[in-house]
């Protein structure tokens, strides 16, 4: 077996897990799209264009809320910034495969296939660029398919659910179930707090302008906090 | 929300995300991001989530605006679930659990 046939095969091993985060989110995502008003072309649409639950989930409940669409794409772009992150540390990894190869990759980048991929690569670097990216397509080949689907069936198991169940309330509850396991440092947790702050005492303004303004805030307070605490040491 | 605006949010969001996924292993790929800039990067989770769902918790709409026990309790199990077990399943539907489960008692 080549070795890029073998990365392949071992970056489908290192995705599998992450079917367990991505079926149910993906559910969940279509059942509130639908909630939402969106019909199931749309929801799909968005699955397979976006791939970013998240920021789909942010830019759906800001359209929701009554804004208009530039500020849904502003909030949903404000939230996949870590993407950033994500391609400028895969950039030595990926950087010298053909364009193409590239320009696909950049598709399939996402917070699992990403996290899969940085492990292993940070390990062995010295591996060729093809195999590199054979190990990438691999994590995705999955965890892909599996978001597309689940976002289908959480479509038509939420027309069958009546309103009584306060489905409203799900998506609170999973922006508050995605963020609490990242508030690991004092930083991170300044972070919130001030974003809690600044947006509950600015909602009074027009078109989730105090989104905008609370996420800037809070995440200059972040930084900050970890530049002094860097500098105390 | 007219059909135009949620196609427009669903092409333009999946074309500015496509393109910043593409930025630096495309665009500028032999450049690195300045210190500063990865600084701030680190919490823009933390920074976005929680804003965006503090006035939905406080004031749900479910609910006309008023602030409602059960939901209160339910975003705070869910936090806790999430902050100390780290699972992000678990705080899902251990706060919708909770968030049925007060629902009923009340009522």
Redesign the interface.
């Known amino acids: 077996m080549s070795s890029t046939r073998t990365a392949f095969y071992h970056g489908i091993l290192a995705g599998a897990p992450f079917l367990l985060m991505a079926v149910p989110f993906g559910m969940l995502f279509g059942l509130v799209a639908t909630e939402a008003g969106l019909d199931i072309f749309q929801t799909f649409s968005m699955s397979v264009i976006v791939v970013a639950g998240a920021s789909q989930f942010s830019a759906l409940q800001v359209l929701v809320d009554g804004a208009p669409f530039y500020i849904a794409v502003l909030t949903g772009l404000a939230v996949n910034m870590r993407m950033l992150m994500y391609s400028a540390s895969l950039a030595p990894h990926f950087g010298k495969a053909p364009k193409w190869h590239r320009m696909i990759a950049a598709y399939f980048m996402i917070d699992q296939t990403y996290g899969v991929a940085i492990l292993e690569l940070d390990k062995n670097p010295d591996q060729p660029v093809s195999t590199k990216l054979a190990y990438f397509f691999g994590a995705a080949c999955l965890i892909f398919p599996a978001w597309y689907g689940s976002t289908l069936a959480g479509v038509l198991v939420g027309a069958a659910i009546p309103p009584e169940y306060a489905l409203d309330f799900v998506v609170p509850v999973m922006f508050i179930a995605l963020v609490a396991p990242s508030l690991r440092s004092l930083p991170h947790i300044v972070a919130a707090f001030v974003s809690v702050l600044v947006s509950l005492s600015l909602s009074w303004m027009p078109f989730n302008l105090w989104l905008m303004i609370a996420a800037i805030a809070a995440m200059i307070a972040g930084a900050e906090t970890e530049r002094r605490l860097r500098a105390r040491l | 929300?007219s059909?135009?605006?949620?196609?427009?949010?669903?092409?333009?969001?999946?074309i500015?995300?496509?393109l910043?996924?593409?930025?630096?292993?495309?665009f500028?790929?032999?450049k690195?991001?300045p210190d500063?800039?990865?600084?701030?990067?680190?919490?823009?989770?933390?920074?976005?989530?929680?804003?965006?769902?503090?006035?939905?918790?406080?004031?749900?709409?479910?609910t006309g605006g008023d602030p409602d026990p059960a939901?209160l309790i339910?975003?705070a199990v869910?936090?806790?679930?999430?902050?100390v077990l780290?699972?992000?399943?678990?705080?899902?539907f251990g706060?919708?659990g909770v968030?049925?489960l007060v629902?009923y008692l009340l009522n």
């Not at chain 2, 059909?3 to 999946?14: A, E, V």
């Not at chain 2, 920074?47 to 749900?60: F, K, N």
């Not at chain 2, 869910?78 to 902050?83: S, V």
């Open positions: 929300m059909d135009l605006s949620i196609w427009l949010t669903i092409i333009f969001l999946g500015g995300t496509y910043i996924r593409y930025s630096f292993i495309g500028f790929a032999d690195e991001l500063w800039l990865l600084r701030h990067l680190r919490y823009v989770p933390a920074a976005v989530m929680p804003g965006l769902v503090a006035p939905l918790t406080v004031w749900p709409e479910a939901r339910a975003a869910a936090l806790f679930i999430g902050a780290r699972s992000v399943l678990g705080a899902i706060g919708m968030l049925y629902q």
